[in-house]
């Protein structure tokens, strides 16, 4: 008798057992609910973990990055850019002599007190910025960079500040603050325009001005800085630059941007033992994730072990069987992932009117996406063992 | 006549033993067994005599500690799991008391998801599955899933999963075991059914009433074969041939 599906000796794969494994999971919709839950809640917990470490890398080094340049000259030990030291004046000339630096920036960064209305003091920092002048044929970096009123024009008249929308209220102000004045380190300053999310790592609100009025506001001669900031010629000579300064003032210190921003990076987020906490955070919810899927990948198997063994009986291969577990596995690790991330999406806003920055962005989510598919293939593990072990006898028992 | 029939199983000497050393359990003793196309056989005999172990072995699920299986004439003492396998999924078809069907699918899919697996496109799978649900009776209970169905009606569709591939062999264990008399009568007629002279069905059942249609009875005892008869049906048959 000719057969009509005659064996041609090759393995079928894991395709006819799709339909077959997602019915099984689609058909109990408890045990699939719960185990979407656990993808959702792990990538929710992993997406925003991650944001909110990127956040902090990108809150700590906020002011370098938007400031740029290629080299920063600081006072010899300077470790992070939050504690630098006054440079005297006479250190523009000198970081100034090589022939590679297209243009030097000011930058004064300080802690400053402010009173508040009913007299109780807070904590604020400083941002001296050089609005420049000088090496014109230079794009010059905006800083203040993201305003949500006024122009950094605005700034150009004496003891005019910026403020955050972020800390009106917590400075007291009106909620349109324009015009409006505050006591810093003793003096009255004005608010000239308004910034939108910028926050310093600390949450200790930036007020930025021009350098005379940093200056005047923490007791700077003319002329005193705590950075200079160097754009190059070429990035190449570098090395030489930062030679040149280092042989002519000792008491200077040289480093590129991307290793003072890397230093500020770490100091704030590493050593203050915030990673850490995220990173636990982030593993915690990786592993209630991959119990969750465990368990349901497991009871789904172990309820289907007369069915699977009767296809191992009419001859499905281990392959086969285990894409069974695999299809089941892929489905929640996708359509839960996808749901956490929405939600982790949409949670994102929330988060950032409350004044945490959470940074999503394609290296956060390439990492929750690897680890969600992790987690999956770890929870799926224990159930290909179970399969692969299933002996088609067992359908006579 | 039945001699000359093609053996589409032929076991040798075969014995089963399970444990070894204080535990040791022979359960098979040297069994020989030949089953032929164009015949249905039941193999009977009480609990505990081996039957369902030596069904195994010649399925091809189990391996004999001892003795040669040759199963639609290809020996499978010799061959890898996976060659085995491949034997049991273009030649055998299997049907059991507990059906075994998956209730998330509907008895289409039930029956069509193996046809997939031995190779047929979806469309011929569907197709296929279809004719053999209405050659057993549920031809409009195709989109049922087993929950909604009666005990009968799963073992039709899981009869039709088990002939839809066309297998040389249907293998049974206690088919209906778990049926009432009539509904048990219409599965047994199904299997009768698909006897013909290249393929045959070979069942495990204690029931008596079954031989009513079977060509042969095997019979076994504390792992040893202790009868070889004629069935009711081949009787009956021969009866009519001789009047």
Redesign the interface.
Same mark, same amino acid.
């Given at each position: 008798?000719r057969?009509?599906?005659?064996?041609?000796?090759?393995v079928?794969g894991a395709r006819?057992m799709r339909?077959?494994a997602l019915?099984?999971l689609?058909?109990?919709r408890g045990k699939l609910l719960g185990a979407l839950a656990g993808v959702a809640f792990a990538t929710v917990l992993l997406l925003l973990q991650l944001g909110i470490y990127q956040g902090f890398l990108s809150t700590a080094s906020a002011l370098l990055d938007h400031v740029g340049g290629d080299l920063w000259v600081m006072a010899k030990g300077t470790e992070v850019i939050d504690n630098g030291e006054p440079l005297s004046a006479g250190a523009r000339s000198i970081v100034t002599s090589p022939a590679c630096v297209a243009r030097a920036r000011g930058v004064v960064l300080s802690f400053g007190a402010v009173r508040k209305p009913g007299n109780a003091l807070d904590g604020v920092q400083i941002v001296g910025f050089d609005p420049v002048t000088d090496g014109a044929a230079l794009p010059a970096p905006t800083v203040p960079w993201e305003l949500a009123r006024g122009l950094p024009s605005d700034l150009h008249a004496p003891l005019r500040v910026t403020v955050d929308t972020t800390d009106i209220a917590k400075l007291h102000l009106p909620a349109d603050p324009v015009g409006s004045s505050l006591q810093v380190n003793g003096r009255a300053v004005y608010v000239a325009a308004v910034t939108r999310g910028i926050r310093s790592f600390a949450l200790t609100p930036f007020l930025f001005m021009e350098l005379p009025t940093a200056r005047r506001l923490i007791d700077l001669a003319p002329g005193e800085v705590h950075y200079w900031v160097l754009d190059l010629r070429a990035r190449g000579c570098a090395a030489e630059v930062a030679r040149e300064i280092g042989a002519r003032a000792p008491d200077l210190e040289v480093r590129t941007a991307a290793d003072f921003r890397a230093r500020t990076q770490d100091f704030w987020v590493k050593g203050s033992g915030a990673g850490t906490a995220l990173g636990f955070s982030a593993l915690l919810g990786l592993v209630v994730g991959t119990v969750i899927v465990a368990q349901t990948l497991y009871a789904l198997t172990r309820e289907?072990e007369?069915?699977l063994?009767?296809?191992?009986?009419?001859?499905?291969?281990a392959s086969?069987l285990a894409s069974f577990v695999g299809w089941q596995a892929l489905f929640l690790a996708v359509v839960g992932g996808l749901a956490g991330g929405a939600i982790a999406f949409a949670a994102q806003r929330s988060l950032l009117d409350a004044g945490l920055t959470v940074v999503l962005d394609a290296e956060v989510v390439v990492v929750a996406v690897l680890s969600v598919a992790m987690m999956c293939t770890v929870a799926s593990l224990a159930s290909i063992r179970r399969v692969l072990r299933l002996?088609?006898?067992e359908?006579?028992k | 006549m039945s001699d000359v029939r093609v053996p589409l199983v032929r076991a040798e000497g075969v014995s089963k033993v399970y444990g070894t050393g204080a535990l040791r359990t022979p359960v098979l003793h040297s069994v020989s067994l030949e089953v032929r196309a164009g015949e249905l056989t039941l193999l009977m005999g009480p609990s505990g005599s081996g039957k369902?172990t030596l069904?195994?072995i010649v399925?091809g699920?189990?391996r004999a500690s001892e003795g040669r299986v040759e199963l639609c004439g290809e020996d499978l003492s010799r061959m890898s799991e996976?060659q085995v396998? &491949?034997?049991?999924? #273009?030649r055998?078809?299997?049907v059991?008391q $507990?059906y075994?069907?998956?209730?998330?699918?509907t008895a289409l899919?039930n029956v069509a998801?193996?046809? &997939?697996?031995?190779? #047929?496109s979806p469309r011929e799978a569907d197709a $296929?599955a279809r004719e053999a649900l209405t050659r057993v009776g549920l031809g409009d209970r195709a989109g049922h899933r087993p929950g909604e169905l009666s005990g009968g009606q799963k073992q039709r569709v899981a009869i039709a999963r088990a002939l839809a591939?066309?297998p040389?062999l249907v293998i049974g264990?206690e088919v209906t075991a778990a049926l009432d008399s009539h509904t048990g009568i219409a599965v047994m007629e199904l299997l009768r059914a698909h006897v013909?002279?290249?393929?045959g069905v070979l069942l495990v059942t204690h029931d008596h009433r079954l031989e009513a249609f079977a060509d042969r009875v095997v019979e076994i005892e504390d792992g040893r074969v202790v009868g070889d008869r004629a069935g009711s049906f081949r009787a009956t048959r021969e009866e009519a041939g001789a009047a």
């Open positions: 008798m057969h009509p599906f005659p064996d041609d000796g090759r079928r006819p339909h077959i019915q099984s689609l058909f109990d289907h007369k069915e063994a009767t296809l191992k009986a009419v001859g499905a291969s086969e002996e088609a006898v359908v006579f | 369902t069904i195994s399925a699920l189990q996976s396998a &491949r034997v049991r999924r #273009a055998l078809g299997f059991f $507990t075994n069907l998956f209730p998330a699918l899919d998801h193996v046809l &997939r697996m031995k190779g #047929a $296929t591939g066309r040389s264990d013909g002279p290249a393929t």
